[in-house]
């Protein structure tokens, strides 16, 4: 059974552009999670989806940011016009449902902003 | 507000020693969950240990034990006979249990552990 999977590892973008972070939880997830880590700090919530629905994006930049797990593919979690304070590591965690104990991290995208 | 404080933002260990990594914890929820986790230079996220707010004994999972004070709001994390890749960011992060709430998790600043030959 794979783990969570996230592509790419890596991601560079220039300021302006748009970067794409997938997500794949594990098999038999509906629950998917994305957390960011800046440089030097621990990992703070951004969204929380179910299929095809967002549950909370209370930790979500108003702007430029938008994530969703549509009912087929992975989950996309997508930026605009990025600017070098979106350099960061971007961490997709699953879940099977509200009574599990765990949250399942993936590796995790670095994207760097030039 | 759910809060996680970790005061320690580094540590250092002898080899083979024992150490203990402090998290305490603010929240209102009656149930929840603790965890910690490790996150090596490479960068992942290793899922280490869980506590539940409503278990009786303290968790354990091989050198990995989590030192739970209900009343005090504390969760320490200690590593017993520290090895060379233990060092790492260590993470204490909560969950709020209600089923009818979704799991959001709530991490800590995290300490870095610094373990000596």
């Known amino acids: 059974n794979a783990g969570v999977m996230q592509n790419p590892r890596h991601l560079v973008r220039r300021r302006g552009q748009e970067a794409r972070l997938r997500c794949s939880p594990m098999?038999?997830?509906?629950?998917v999670y994305w957390y960011r880590q800046l440089p030097e700090e621990g990992l703070k919530f951004m969204v929380y989806l179910q299929k095809e629905n967002i549950i909370d994006e209370s930790g979500m930049p108003k702007e430029r940011f938008s994530a969703e797990f549509p009912k087929e593919g992975p989950s996309i979690l997508r930026i605009q016009q990025v600017v070098r304070g979106d350099s960061a590591a971007y961490f997709c965690a699953s879940s099977p449902g509200l009574t599990s104990n765990e949250q399942f991290f993936g590796p995790g995208t670095r994207l760097t902003v030039l | 507000a759910q809060k996680i404080t970790q005061t320690q933002p580094g540590m250092f260990v002898q080899e083979k020693e024992a150490v203990t990594l402090d998290c305490t914890y603010d929240?209102?929820?009656?149930?929840?969950?603790l965890f910690w986790y490790k996150q090596p230079s490479s960068g992942e996220m290793i899922f280490l240990i869980y506590?539940?707010?409503?278990?009786?004994q303290n968790a354990t999972e091989g050198r990995y034990s989590l030192n739970f004070q209900k009343a005090r709001k504390s969760a320490n994390l200690v590593i017993s006979a520290s090895q060379l890749g233990d060092s790492a960011m260590y993470f204490c992060?909560?969950?709020?249990?209600?089923?009818?709430?979704?799991?959001?998790?709530?991490f800590g600043p995290g300490t870095s552990l610094s373990v000596i030959p």
């Open positions: 506590q539940g707010s409503y278990d009786q």
């Open positions: 992060a909560m969950r709020a249990m209600l089923k009818t709430s979704y799991d959001k998790v709530i």
């Open positions: 929240t209102s929820d009656p149930s929840y969950g």
């Open positions: 098999k038999g997830h509906s629950h």
